[in-house]
């Protein structure tokens, strides 16, 4: 299968621990997007990355995010000191060299409850 | 900025009789139009775009949508239900100039046999 792949699928933390969410494209795809998606609501843009860069960050809360796409490796979404309210689905999509009128493919997600 | 709204939570049809779904959008520039289907713990599939030119789009599954610049909308349209059919779809806009795409808040189809 050479979609997006994320992982876990389901991850369950408490509040105050970190979670980590790993991302990687689609083969030949250096760009990736992450959303938030709470229950029955629409996805929420969180960051946009390159490899290395973060284009934009602009949907990202201020404190306890960060988002990273390394030279090598899938990008990873980190949530740190969770609290009740990060509870959701987290995709990640990635599409071709940034092309705006191309789609973008999604991963299954990951779904995060915090205890 | 560019926004969307699908102002039907939920629509309901018979099967083998057609469907809307409902989209319209905002953008100060020219738009990038997608539509999506998401089916339960999935991610969302992409069913077809509108980027320029004819404005009767065809996509995935038998799914069409009419781009209307006056209107300023996006409708997805399927002449005849399936029972299979039945999702959470997303419409979605970018600007031209723009990064981050906008999704609307879904509308959940449901076709009854």
């Known amino acids: 299968n050479a979609g997006v792949m994320q992982n876990p699928r389901h991850l369950v933390r408490r509040r105050g621990q970190e979670a980590r969410l790993r991302c990687s494209p689609m083969?030949?795809?250096?760009?990736v997007y992450w959303y938030r998606q709470l229950p029955e609501e629409g996805l929420k843009f969180m960051v946009y990355?390159?490899?290395?860069?973060?284009?934009?960050e602009s949907g990202m809360p201020k404190e306890r995010f960060s988002a990273e796409f390394p030279k090598e490796g899938p990008s990873i979404l980190r949530i740190q000191q969770v609290v009740r309210g990060d509870s959701a689905a987290y995709f990640c999509?990635?599409?071709?060299?940034?092309?705006?009128?191309?789609?973008?493919?999604f991963g299954d997600g990951t779904r995060l409850s915090i205890l | 900025a560019q926004s969307v709204a699908q102002p039907e939570d939920q629509v309901n049809v018979a099967e083998g009789n057609p469907l809307t779904v409902k989209c319209t959008y905002s953008v100060s520039g020219n738009p990038y139009l997608f539509w999506y289907v998401q089916y339960p713990n999935r991610g969302l599939q992409f069913l077809l775009k509108y980027i320029t030119g004819d404005n009767l789009v065809k996509g995935s599954y038998g799914f069409e949508a009419e781009f209307n610049k006056s209107q300023t909308s996006f409708h997805l349209k399927k002449p005849s239900a399936l029972v299979s059919d039945s999702a959470l779809y997303f419409c979605a806009v970018r600007d031209i100039n723009n990064n981050d795409m906008r999704f609307g808040a879904g509308t959940r189809l449901t076709v009854k046999p």
């Open positions: 990355l390159q490899k290395e860069n973060i284009i934009d």
């Open positions: 083969k030949g795809h250096s760009h």
């Open positions: 999509a990635s599409s071709t060299a940034g092309q705006h009128n191309q789609p973008q493919h």
